[in-house]
């Protein structure tokens, strides 16, 4: 017993193919987005001459007290000033203040 299959017709692989390629490029765009904004609050917070900025979380949060949000980023980098390599947390708010919690090893 053998079953016929219908092939998929030659425009709808052409679409597959551009989301797909769509698709691959908007991540880069984004993750690219997120290792810049990581990094201008890293120069906000004076580690000036850094390199590899990997963020490998974005979150929102809200401080319970004052009602405050912002973004927290988990972050690597590698410092060249001291030669290590950093890792931790980066915090921005709404006000723009800005936090740290940061190992360097």
């Not at 290792?35 to 850094?50: F, S």
């Not at 590698?78 to 390599?85: A, R």
Request: aromatic share 10%; charged share 30%.
């Amino acid at each position: 017993m053998e079953y016929e299959t219908r092939k998929l017709p030659k425009k709808t692989m052409i679409y597959l193919v551009i989301l797909l390629i769509a698709g691959i490029i908007s991540m880069f765009i984004v993750k690219d987005g997120k290792a810049k904004k990581a990094t201008k609050i890293l120069t906000e917070l004076g580690y000036t001459n850094i390199t590899n900025v990997s963020v490998s979380q974005k979150t929102k949060f809200a401080h319970v007290e004052t009602n405050i949000r912002g973004f927290r980023y988990a972050v690597t980098f590698t410092d060249l000033t001291t030669n290590k390599q950093c890792r931790g947390f980066i915090l921005k708010d709404f006000k723009r203040n800005i936090d740290k919690d940061l190992e360097c090893k």
